[in-house]
């Protein structure tokens, strides 16, 4: 399953205007490091609590609000 999710998730965090790279099966934000398992994807944030996420399951909106609600908080400081 990952293999149908990380174009999804590229393009969604390209039409967000977020930068990002991919490691192997990683993708890397200024805020999140998203990785790609077999059945989940897990989100690791600085100062928060590892998150996953089964395919199934994936919200992209709810993803890119998680990886995104830090820096906006930081802004906004």
Request: positive net charge; glycine residues 2%; proline residues 5%.
């Amino acid at each position: 399953m990952p293999h149908n999710a990380r174009p999804r998730i590229l393009q969604f965090l390209q039409l967000a205007h977020c930068s990002y790279r991919v490691e192997g099966q990683q993708i890397i934000t200024q805020n999140a490091v998203i990785t790609l398992a077999e059945q989940h994807i897990s989100i690791a944030r600085q100062g928060k609590p590892l998150r996953t996420m089964p395919y199934q399951r994936l919200n992209l909106d709810r993803l890119l609000s998680l990886i995104t609600a830090q820096a906006e908080r930081k802004h906004l400081a």
